[in-house]
């Protein structure tokens, strides 16, 4: 199995804020890493796919990087609608896809 | 556009079978190269995939459920199926059905599922 290990399991930042936050796979998994945001009560929704390629619909403030075990979500300028759990997911052994534990992002 | 729903019992006794039915609509289940899989959250935790069905009706289970799960499709229906034997308290969960390959890029609303006697 590919283990992923997101950083860090929470974060508290403000309005505005640049964030960070990092997905490391337990093997190479060339750019098939995919990250997704959740809020309460919903699913998940597909924020990039194959690493750095932006879903449609979402906002340019959102950007990813990486390839091969470590990996980076983006968010340049924290948003109140952005406030949320982030998860990063490898396709590389697609169908058996996994996905990382999650990082709550608060408000400060 | 593509939209699935999931269906089935909120509430499962334990060491019975939970059993959910996805309905894809807006797109035919059988006409594109994509993964139609299960994907589970446990209240307050993170996401699990559980397993996948291919269009053309091969199944791929998470090896840690793989002696429990059983999925299968009815293209007739646009719909596929999940059964989950000998649940028990840790199966509790919300279940979403979703469409995958390689990204989740359609899901389900999620259905709560809960083993309770």
């Known amino acids: 199995d590919i283990q992923m290990t997101q950083s860090p399991s929470s974060l508290s930042a403000s309005v505005g804020d640049r964030v960070t936050i990092t997905c490391r796979a337990s093997?190479?998994?060339?750019?098939?890493l995919n990250w997704y945001q959740q809020k309460p009560g919903k699913a998940p929704k597909l924020l990039i796919y194959?690493?750095?390629s932006l879903q449609s619909g979402v906002p340019s403030r959102f950007s990813g990087s990486g390839s091969g075990t470590d990996f980076t979500l983006t968010i340049s300028s924290l948003q109140p609608e952005d406030f949320a759990t982030y998860y990063c997911?490898?396709?590389?052994?697609?169908?058996?896809?996994?996905f990382g534990q999650g990082t709550r992002l608060e408000i400060k | 556009q593509l939209q699935l729903q999931e269906s089935g019992p909120g509430l499962v006794k334990p060491s019975e079978t939970l059993s959910l039915t996805c309905t894809v609509s807006?797109?035919?289940?059988?006409?594109?190269?994509?993964?139609w899989g299960w994907i589970r959250q446990p209240p307050g935790k993170g996401l699990e995939w559980i397993g996948s069905?291919?269009?053309?009706?091969?199944?791929y289970y998470n090896p840690s459920l793989k002696s429990r799960v059983t999925i299968s499709v009815d293209t007739s229906k646009n719909q596929f199926s999940l059964k989950l034997s000998s649940v028990t308290a840790a199966d509790t969960a919300v279940y979403y059905c979703?469409?995958?390959?390689?990204?989740?890029?359609?899901w389900g609303q999620g259905t709560l599922v809960t083993v309770s006697s």
């Open positions: 979703a469409r995958h390959n390689p990204s989740v890029d359609y």
């Open positions: 807006g797109g035919s289940i059988s006409s594109s190269s994509y993964y």
């Open positions: 069905i291919y269009y053309s009706g091969s199944t």
């Open positions: 093997q190479s998994i060339s750019s098939y």
């Open positions: 194959a690493a750095s």
């Open positions: 997911q490898q396709s590389y052994s697609t169908p058996a896809i996994t």
